[in-house]
C-alpha cells in the first residue's frame, strides 16, 4: 500500500473505530519489510479486495 495510489472512498463507508482496533494493525503495517518480489502481487489482492468491497457497497445501497 505504501507504494499504491491513495484512495478515494464515500463517508458512509466507514465507522468509528477504538485505537485498540487501529493501533495494532498500524504498529504490524510499520514493522514490515518491503519485499519487492510480492509487491505486485500484494497489489493485485488490494485491488480485487476493493473491487469486491464497492460491488458489495453498491448492491446494498440499490436495495
Known amino acids: 500500500m505504501r507504494e499504491g495510489a491513495d484512495l478515494v472512498w464515500p ?20 514493522g514490515k519489510e ?12 488490494l485491488r480485487l479486495f476493493v473491487d469486491r468491497l464497492w460491488e458489495s457497497q453498491q448492491k446494498s445501497n440499490q436495495e
Open 34 to 45: 518491503r519485499e519487492p518480489r510480492y509487491a505486485i502481487l500484494a497489489h493485485r489482492q
Open 11 to 30: 463517508m458512509t463507508g466507514f465507522r468509528a473505530a477504538f485505537d485498540t482496533e487501529v493501533i495494532p494493525l498500524l504498529a504490524a503495517l510499520a
